[in-house]
């Protein structure tokens, strides 16, 4: 949400740097996320100034051009060569000194020292649209004779300067969705160390001229609409809007439209509520209900798409149709028009469960539905009303037409708390005296009603829909008084606690730094997510974990994997030309079970911790000394590896999995005791061009819960380094391709038992040079007798018994014995 600090000083007389009201809106619970500066017109014209042309003469050697010299009220004028027709000598017109850069488009064009046909031009006399004050380009501006010559353009057309403070509002506070909100807890905390208080528009000037276009009002759906009200304004006149209600919201980043619609979004970002106008030639017999209507009924909102209703939509409808879908959107005709000379004025409190599931099934986000949503102040209605009416006369002429009509069938009581202040200074950790925390309750609209010796009885407007409790209202007190001035005691209190083993967090952090120090960055995607990556075919998937009111159909499911989402940051890296990655993330899946039995409802429902590794593109960058190299499943499958050595897991005690995904071409899967430890391959073509990604991507999956349980039965035992030397031998052999060397290192361990200690493969060789169907292993082994040193002879009888068991068992020719 974005506030302009010029909108904001109209409600509160203070004269800080922006930088240090920045500081203060977030200790105060609105935090600021950045600081913009915003000028009315880009560029703020700075280095255009006035001049006066002294003469005018036709370029030698363009018929089209002249060649002027112009007073800016320096020592010496300046030549320009100009192509407008409507130049003349004595104008007073503003001039684009060298150096000066303008807008008239985003890019810009900056005002260079040049020749033009031979002859010398020092800086530009603008048009209007050059200078981006307007569209026409029909001639240069010529200015009043009186204006001063040298003065900067930006002081002669009152450009102004502006920073906006961009809000990150979190959703119990909607009470600051509006200049006027901020600027009340501005107030608030301004008013704790000085005389500062807060200026609301006042209405005071309000009344009806005549009462000849009344509008009736009927709620039939009470439930969905708390309070509305209205009137009608005739015989205005829709056009552009003034020059400063332009600015106020172009600084908060909204296009102008007509001064009728302009007024109700400034209405909206001034005090927060909504407000809606309607041409009163639309609304037949002139009467708005508001109502629900039947399941499934067409209606065509502004952006002419058309939609169907859901049962429990509310619509703002006249004698025959719906006019508006309400709280939302508007409807395609019964908007404000060039030619409307009547509207009818709405402003309303809506429901928020109302708005927000139609905001939602519909996909409509708009400023009036994020307000609406969160609950708007049903005692707004008419002081925004009269306020916009008031301003719709001012700027669009006509005259107000009828009487406030006003339905509120169930006036909104305002909530009261009790406080006691033993129990507010208990929890801040401050004594605050009763006087300090009277003065923050009322600059917040918060009434005293009741007071003593030991507390407070309260009264909180409806808008603080947030605070209906005393540990709200303490928060309240708490965040004007300010976090910074809580003070630290100087006792400490700590606890001891136990932790089961594994510690979860040490061995998240010990494979974290392994992958971080091996060239890894660590991600994080959201455990919601599109339900299109998992409901194939249109078949939804029985076991996806979904949320009943999505915020859009990209977060309508918890994630059941890691990999989707990594995709997404493999995706947006190789579209930001970052194509090699390496990248790991830990995150939560969640799994429903339809036909899990229990007496809980969670009993349903699943979630596990998992570690996501993805690489991607080169692993090796190429230079002068050696060539690129590719990422490849031997590489993931080391990184695996890697990762359960670490974690002190072997992985040839692991058992290969056979399940099927079709995620992934080339996959393998280990397993313990039938429960899956790891998957990992190269990702499925099919799913790569889902996310739109055309290079090869390698990806494993860490079931980390099951991981933890491995880790849960190890004991960590010390044993003394050998005394003895290891001895080391080694021999080659010719054997069937179709002979795997696991099978050769567990035949040869199986085979002697006690001196073996390691059997390596250090070379494979396939080729035509030997016998068809064969290839060649070279293994090393090594041999260790901890009670005392080998001797040549049991060496030997060691590696004959294992030479032996291979010819016997495999048909292998073993030969070069070392």
């Not at 910074?484 to 083993?501: D, F, H, M, P």
Request: charged share 25%; hydrophobic share 35%; aromatic share 8%.
């Amino acid at each position: 949400m974005k506030i302009s600090y010029n909108w904001l000083k109209q409600y509160i007389s203070t004269d800080l740097p922006p930088e240090q009201v920045s500081d203060i809106l977030t200790n105060i619970g609105l935090e600021v996320e950045a600081v913009e500066s915003f000028q009315s017109v880009k560029g703020g014209l700075e280095g255009v100034v006035i001049g006066q042309v002294l003469t005018c003469s036709k370029h030698p050697d363009a018929d089209k051009l002249t060649v002027t010299t112009v007073d800016l009220g320096r020592e010496e004028p300046v030549q320009i060569v100009c192509g407008a027709l409507n130049v003349a000598a004595g104008q007073k017109v503003p001039v684009a000194t060298v150096g000066t850069t303008l807008y008239p488009n985003e890019e810009g064009f900056t005002i260079k020292k040049t020749k033009i046909r031979g002859e010398l031009s020092q800086g530009m006399i603008c048009a209007e649209d050059e200078l981006g004050l307007g569209s026409s380009h029909d001639g240069i501006m010529v200015l009043d004779q009186d204006t001063p010559v040298g003065i900067p353009a930006s002081e002669y057309f009152n450009i102004e300067n502006d920073t906006v403070f961009e809000i990150g509002l979190t959703p119990n506070r909607i009470d600051g969705a509006s200049h006027l909100g901020v600027a009340r807890d501005l107030a608030a905390y301004l008013k704790q160390e000085g005389e500062v208080t807060l200026s609301k528009p006042s209405v005071d000037g309000f009344k009806t001229d005549n009462n000849d276009l009344p509008i009736s009002i009927d709620i039939e759906e009470e439930a969905g609409c708390r309070r509305y009200s209205g009137l009608t304004i005739s015989g205005i006149s829709v056009k552009e809007s003034p020059d400063w209600l332009q600015t106020r919201l172009r600084s908060i980043g909204l296009s102008p439209i007509n001064n009728v619609v302009d007024i109700t979004n400034f209405v909206l970002h001034e005090s927060g509520q909504p407000l809606h106008a309607f041409d009163t030639a639309h609304i037949k017999g002139h009467k708005v209900i508001v109502k629900t209507m039947p399941e499934g009924t067409p209606f065509t909102t502004l952006d002419e798409q058309e939609r169907k209703l859901l049962g429990s939509d509310l619509v703002i409808s006249n004698s025959e149709e719906s006019m508006c879908i309400a709280g939302v959107f508007g409807g395609v005709r019964s908007g404000v028009t060039e030619k409307t000379k009547d509207l009818f004025l709405e402003s309303a409190c809506f429901d928020p469960v109302y708005i927000r599931r139609t905001s939602k099934h519909h996909a409509l986000n708009t400023d009036a539905s994020f307000r609406f949503e969160r609950g708007s102040d049903p005692n707004m209605t008419v002081w925004a009303l009269k306020r916009a009416a008031m301003l719709i006369r001012e700027i669009a002429g006509g005259t107000i037409s009828s009487e406030v009509v006003d339905v509120y069938p169930d006036p909104v009581e305002d909530f009261r708390v009790e406080i006691s202040f033993a129990h507010v200074n208990r929890l801040i950790g401050n004594d605050i005296d009763p006087e300090t925390i009277q003065s923050i309750l009322e600059s917040l609209d918060i009434v005293v009603e009741q007071q003593n010796d030991r507390g407070m009885v309260l009264r909180v407007p409806p808008y603080r829909v947030d605070v209906q409790r005393e540990a709200d209202i303490i928060e309240e007190i708490l965040r004007i008084y300010g976090f910074n001035r809580v003070e630290i005691g100087a006792g400490l209190q700590s606890t001891l606690s136990y932790s089961s083993k594994p510690d979860k967090e040490k061995v998240i952090n010990l494979v974290s730094e392994l992958l971080t120090g091996k060239g890894f960055y660590e991600i994080k995607s959201n455990s919601l997510t599109r339900a299109a990556y998992y409901d194939r075919e249109d078949q939804p998937d029985p076991t996806a974990v979904r949320l009943f009111n999505p915020l859009s159909q990209d977060l309508a499911l918890m994630r059941q994997n890691l990999l989707y989402g990594g995709l997404e940051a493999v995706a947006y890296n190789i579209n930001r030309k970052l194509p090699d990655l390496n990248l790991y993330e830990f995150g939560n899946c969640y799994y429903r079970d339809p036909k899990a039995a229990g007496e809980h409802l969670l009993d349903k429902f699943d979630e596990q911790l998992h570690m996501g590794i993805f690489i991607s593109g080169k692993s090796r960058p190429g230079n002068w000394i050696q060539e690129a190299e590719d990422t490849s499943y031997y590489l993931i499958k080391s990184y695996v590896e890697t990762v359960l050595v670490k974690l002190g897991i072997d992985p040839r005690m692991l058992e290969s999995g056979d399940q099927v995904n079709p995620d992934y071409t080339d996959r393998d899967v280990y397993t313990i005791h039938g429960d899956q430890v790891v998957e990992f391959g190269c990702v499925a073509p099919g799913v790569l061009k889902e996310f739109d990604i055309k290079q090869e991507v390698f990806a494993a999956e860490f079931n980390w819960d099951n991981v933890l349980k491995i880790l849960a039965n190890h004991r960590i035992l010390f044993k003394h380094l050998p005394k003895f030397q290891v001895v080391t031998r080694d021999f080659s052999l010719m054997l069937s391709r179709e002979v795997t060397y696991e099978s050769l290192r567990e035949l040869a361990f199986k085979t002697e038992k006690k001196l073996l200690k390691n059997v390596t493969l250090f070379d494979v060789y396939q080729g035509d040079k030997i016998e068809k169907g064969k290839k060649s292993y070279a293994l090393s082994f090594k041999l260790l007798d901890k009670d005392k040193t080998l001797t040549d002879k049991q060496i030997d009888k060691a590696m004959l018994n294992i030479a032996k068991a291979f010819e016997r068992e495999f048909g292998a020719v073993v030969r070069g014995m070392n």
